[in-house]
């Protein structure tokens, strides 16, 4: 069993940064891949990045790319991810999960947290 607590988010201007932690309880943290998902008001749950176990390999959606970077430490059971050049279009509750199957997909995630509410003003 893993819990996840989200933190980190909050209201930002276009072009800042701000950077999400996802605190997990439980010994088997490090044994799964880690994920970053966003909600906006009226879509679907979308995938936003992801991290393999030992963080050695790490995953982007073409929205984020070069901008968002995920990275994780196993000994703090912590997932973060720095999100810099925001957009309007970042607005969304960011949701962390941890599973062990495809991390692109909603279906590969075991666990997810409660969420933490990125706001982006033009």
């Known amino acids: 069993q893993v819990q996840l607590v989200e933190s980190g988010g909050g209201l930002v201007q276009a072009g800042g940064s701000l950077r999400l932690s996802c605190a997990a309880s439980?010994?088997?943290?490090?044994?799964?891949?880690m994920g970053w998902f966003r909600q906006a008001p009226g879509k679907e749950r979308e995938f936003v990045a992801a991290?393999?176990?030992?963080?050695?390999?790490?995953y982007y959606a073409d929205a984020v790319k070069g901008r968002f970077t995920i990275s994780r430490d196993n000994a703090k059971n912590t997932v973060y991810l720095q999100t810099n050049s925001l957009k309007p279009e970042d607005t969304a509750v960011y949701y962390c999960?941890?599973?062990?199957?495809?991390?692109?997909?909603?279906?590969?995630?075991?666990?997810w947290g409660q969420g933490t509410q990125v706001t982006v003003s033009s």
């Open positions: 999960a941890a599973g062990r199957g495809i991390v692109y997909l909603r279906s590969g995630y075991d666990y």
């Open positions: 439980g010994r088997t943290f490090s044994s799964y891949a």
């Open positions: 991290i393999s176990w030992s963080g050695g390999d790490t």
